[in-house]
């Protein structure tokens, strides 16, 4: 079929500017014949709000501004209806309206602006540099704008431009340089190692990779006790101790030290060279510095029973400075609370306060320190590890309570019980026990024993027939001993308890059956036992009363004649006419302190003499202090005995006496009330007395 549509091409211009609706083209049927009773509809892109459509002419008009960037065609569709009934009276119809471009756009730089970075020093490139030898150390940044323009830049067309931001970029062309040619540097002699001394840089115009430095030390005294670093972060040269310092031994070094570019480039190496030197001299400062130990640790063996005051080792320490000042020794308490060592305050000589037992203590971790006379608070410390060895003092025990069992049905040779032991000692050569019958139990007939020589031993009923009623238990005393040096034993007891058992050999009873004797106590009988615990009862209340009021506190009647009193004071020594009361011998030679005892015939003393204990090395070296430290442990034990040389008890004093008490709790305690006249009464033995406190004349003269 024909088409009837009368079309015109539709284009029409972007970007219109006027007032009035944009004329675009008309639709025609030829259906119309103009008298309005058609009426055209349009459909598709833009259908009333780009583009509209007179409903009676069909003239098409666009009422938006139209921009062929943003879309260059628009596809439509088109009908006529009839506008009486609203039946279409053609089919409908496709139609584009395309957009036609005007010069409205200026060339644009799309990444703009835009950022370049030329190394320093380029000779050509797309943007041309037009100077020579361009230095970023004197300028870093340039700015370029560039302009382009669209229709071949002819006249009426459109321009753009853009930014460009030029960096040179650095290069290696500038050798580090130290600002100073000399560093002045000290350091206490008391630095640790890797403690810093000083920083030392060398300035480079260039930055990053470029202006990296290594430090180096390429000369001097000190390069075994000097070390220097680089710091990455801000390229200067550390430098640090290597080694301990010692201001008596060296008290000044020299260094030389180089600072260099690790990154050069081959074209600039004209310019160079790329490395630098600079002088340190470094001053080490003296210190007062604590004493050293020769040598720095100390291990000693020493043997459990070493006996008290033995010297076991020496501790060697001495001032490092040049005054050289006196050493004192001590133990740090903390190290040894129980106090088994004693250091000798100027020789160091450490010996054994305490007898030691490894069983208990098999090492010891002391610390003794060294410190000056003249300088308290300079202290050096020294640790002593003491490994106490072992020594056979133990004797062999059993390592349970042994209680066995025998059957009245057991035949000889029976196995009843094994038995073993322990040994706290820790022989080198490993424990070895040997069982045998004690003496007393050698020729037991009841039971015998087997040493298996693997440290048990098997306990075997020596005979048959054992009964209940006859003895329901028995005691074996075994012997056990040791392999040690000297051998020690001791004793152990097995218990065997006489059992009834059955046919198999399993326990049924190890009681013994009483036996009940048909006999009854009459009630005269039981009255007869209960008076008798009576009386006994009355007796014992009786003696206690008269013990009681036997015990009357001793009073003196004050009206009674002093002449008739015997006072008898314990002991106040005998003056200087007494050369029986102490021996000053026996403090210089223990051993016949110990053999030859004066006993005093008048008292008892209150403690035993601690002589008997000074031990042989005591006695040897002939030396009191260790006869001292001896009795001072005696009395260390014994928290409750006081010392017999100090404590003097006085009873009574008794009444009347021309000199009154002793005591000075009551004495006048002002010269001018106080007189000694009296002291000329009392005979020859005061006169001296007399002279020094009696009354003196107006002459001045004693009297």
């Known amino acids: 079929m024909k088409r009837s549509w009368v079309w015109n091409q539709f284009f029409v211009l972007e970007e219109y500017t006027g007032t009035d609706p944009l004329y675009v083209g008309k639709l025609h049927s030829d259906m119309d014949r103009g008298d309005g009773s058609i009426k055209y509809i349009l459909s598709g892109e833009g259908a009333g709000i780009v583009f509209t459509i007179d409903d009676t002419t069909g003239d098409i008009h666009a009422i938006q501004r139209l921009d062929r960037e943003e879309r260059s065609q628009y596809t439509l569709r088109a009908q006529a209806l009839d506008r009486r009934t609203g039946r279409p009276m053609e089919p409908e119809s496709e139609f584009i309206i395309k957009i036609q471009d005007i010069n409205d756009n200026e060339p644009k730089f799309l990444d703009g602006p835009y950022v370049a970075s030329v190394p320093e020093m380029s000779p050509v490139g797309l943007i041309r540099t037009a100077l020579m030898n361009m230095d970023r150390e004197a300028k870093e940044y340039y700015e370029v704008i560039i302009q382009a323009k669209d229709m071949g830049g002819q006249l009426g067309g459109l321009a753009g431009t853009t930014t460009v931001n030029i960096t040179l970029s650095d290069v290696n062309d500038n050798p580090p340089r130290f600002p100073q040619k000399h560093y002045q540097m000290s350091v206490l002699e008391s630095a640790p190692v890797s403690s810093t001394v000083g920083r030392v840089v060398a300035k480079d115009l260039d930055e990053g990779i470029n202006a990296e430095m290594k430090y180096s030390l390429v000369d001097g005294d000190g390069l075994d006790v000097f070390d220097i670093n680089t710091d990455p972060n801000y390229q200067v040269g550390i430098i640090t101790v290597r080694k301990p310092l010692s201001f008596e031994s060296k008290k000044s070094y020299t260094l030389k030290v180089e600072g260099a570019n690790p990154h050069l480039e081959m074209r600039f190496l004209n310019l160079g060279p790329f490395r630098d030197t600079t002088t340190v001299h470094i001053t080490v400062e003296d210190v007062d510095e604590p004493p050293v130990f020769e040598p720095s640790f100390y291990f000693v063996e020493v043997p459990e029973d070493v006996e008290i005051g033995t010297t076991i080792q020496t501790i060697i320490a001495k001032d490092p400075d040049v005054t050289n000042n006196s050493i004192r020794y001590s133990i740090d308490r903390s190290s040894d609370p129980g106090r088994f060592f004693y250091v000798d305050i100027t020789s160091g000589a450490l010996m054994t306060a305490r007898p030691l037992d490894r069983?208990?203590?098999?090492?010891?971790?002391?610390?003794?320190?060294?410190?000056?006379?003249?300088?308290?608070?300079?202290?050096?410390?020294?640790?002593?590890?003491?490994?106490?060895?072992?020594?056979?003092?133990?004797?062999?025990?059993?390592?349970?309570?042994?209680?066995?069992?025998?059957?009245?049905?057991?035949?000889?040779?029976?196995?009843?019980?094994?038995?073993?032991?322990?040994?706290?000692?820790?022989?080198?050569?490993?424990?070895?026990?040997?069982?045998?019958?004690?003496?007393?139990?050698?020729?037991?007939?009841?039971?015998?024993?087997?040493?298996?020589?693997?440290?048990?031993?098997?306990?075997?009923?020596?005979?048959?027939?054992?009964?209940?009623?006859?003895?329901?238990?028995?005691?074996?005393?075994?012997?056990?001993?040791?392999?040690?040096?000297?051998?020690?034993?001791?004793?152990?007891?097995?218990?065997?308890?006489?059992?009834?058992?059955?046919?198999?050999?399993?326990?049924?009873?190890?009681?013994?059956?009483?036996?009940?004797?048909?006999?009854?106590?009459?009630?005269?009988?039981?009255?007869?036992?209960?008076?008798?615990?009576?009386?006994?009862?009355?007796?014992?209340?009786?003696?206690?009363?008269?013990?009681?009021?036997?015990?009357?506190?001793?009073?003196?009647?004050?009206?009674?004649?002093?002449?008739?009193?015997?006072?008898?004071?314990?002991?106040?020594?005998?003056?200087?006419?007494?050369?029986?009361?102490?021996?000053?011998?026996?403090?210089?030679?223990?051993?016949?302190?110990?053999?030859?005892?004066?006993?005093?015939?008048?008292?008892?003393?209150?403690?035993?003499?601690?002589?008997?204990?000074?031990?042989?090395?005591?006695?040897m070296d002939n030396n009191v202090h260790n006869y001292v430290l001896a009795k001072l442990y005696e009395a260390d034990m014994d928290l409750w005995a006081p010392p017999f040389d100090s404590l003097q008890t006085y009873m009574f004093e008794g009444n009347g006496s021309v000199a009154e008490s002793l005591s000075s709790l009551q004495s006048v305690t002002t010269d001018s009330d106080q007189s000694y006249d009296y002291l000329t009464d009392w005979g020859p033995c005061f006169k001296k007395l007399a002279e020094m406190y009696g009354a003196t004349d107006s002459s001045g003269a004693l009297w």
């Open 359 to 619: 069983e208990d203590v098999s090492w010891h971790n002391i610390t003794v320190l060294a410190m000056e006379l003249n300088n308290p608070s300079q202290v050096g410390s020294v640790s002593v590890t003491v490994k106490v060895l072992d020594v056979n003092d133990n004797a062999p025990e059993f390592a349970r309570f042994y209680e066995a069992f025998v059957c009245e049905n057991a035949k000889a040779g029976q196995l009843i019980q094994t038995v073993s032991a322990i040994d706290r000692d820790d022989p080198q050569d490993g424990q070895h026990f040997y069982y045998s019958l004690a003496p007393e139990a050698a020729n037991n007939p009841n039971f015998t024993l087997r040493d298996n020589q693997d440290n048990t031993a098997w306990i075997l009923t020596r005979r048959s027939g054992f009964r209940q009623h006859e003895q329901n238990t028995f005691y074996l005393p075994i012997l056990i001993s040791d392999n040690g040096r000297p051998v020690l034993s001791s004793t152990g007891t097995l218990t065997v308890h006489v059992c009834s058992c059955d046919d198999d050999g399993m326990v049924m009873s190890c009681n013994a059956e009483a036996y009940v004797l048909p006999v009854s106590l009459s009630r005269g009988a039981l009255i007869a036992i209960l008076a008798c615990v009576f009386v006994l009862l009355v007796l014992v209340l009786l003696i206690l009363s008269m013990r009681r009021q036997r015990k009357q506190p001793y009073i003196i009647d004050e009206e009674e004649n002093i002449h008739e009193n015997i006072v008898r004071y314990d002991d106040e020594g005998g003056g200087e006419e007494d050369t029986e009361a102490f021996d000053i011998a026996a403090m210089w030679n223990p051993r016949e302190a110990q053999l030859v005892v004066k006993n005093r015939q008048d008292m008892l003393p209150e403690i035993e003499s601690l002589s008997r204990y000074v031990p042989q090395a005591c006695v």
